[in-house]
């Protein structure tokens, strides 16, 4: 059974910093194009950035993915974190056949 979960989300305040990972079981992440998505209230998902090196203009270079292969693990790094950016934030592994997602976790930024 296929599991991707995230974790990592909170509230922070503007300007501050996250990091989400997500983790993977049954599921070999290194065979996936990795990305994280995002959901704001009465807005549609999108995307936020690629393991490819594709970004949102919104991200202008303050989020970053990476990932550590031996715990399976993909992460998105944000920094200067704004209002803007509170939504469910949402992992997702692009397969050739099929795709996967995760739950979700809350992100809100507040003071």
């Known amino acids: 059974q296929v599991q991707l979960v995230e974790s990592g989300g909170g509230l922070v305040q503007p300007g501050g910093s996250l990091r989400l990972s997500c983790a993977g079981s049954g599921i070999i992440l290194t065979n996936y194009v990795m990305a994280w998505y995002r959901q704001a209230p009465g807005k549609q998902r999108e995307l936020v950035a690629t393991?490819?090196?594709r970004a949102a203009d919104f991200v202008e270079g303050r989020f970053t993915i990476s990932r550590d292969n031996a715990k399976n693990t993909v992460y998105l790094k944000m920094n200067s974190l704004k209002p803007e950016d509170t939504a469910v934030y949402y992992c997702?592994?692009?397969?050739?056949?099929?795709?996967?997602w995760g739950q979700g976790t809350q992100v809100t930024v507040s003071s």
């Open positions: 997702n592994a692009h397969g050739l056949v099929k795709d996967y």
């Open positions: 393991s490819s090196g």
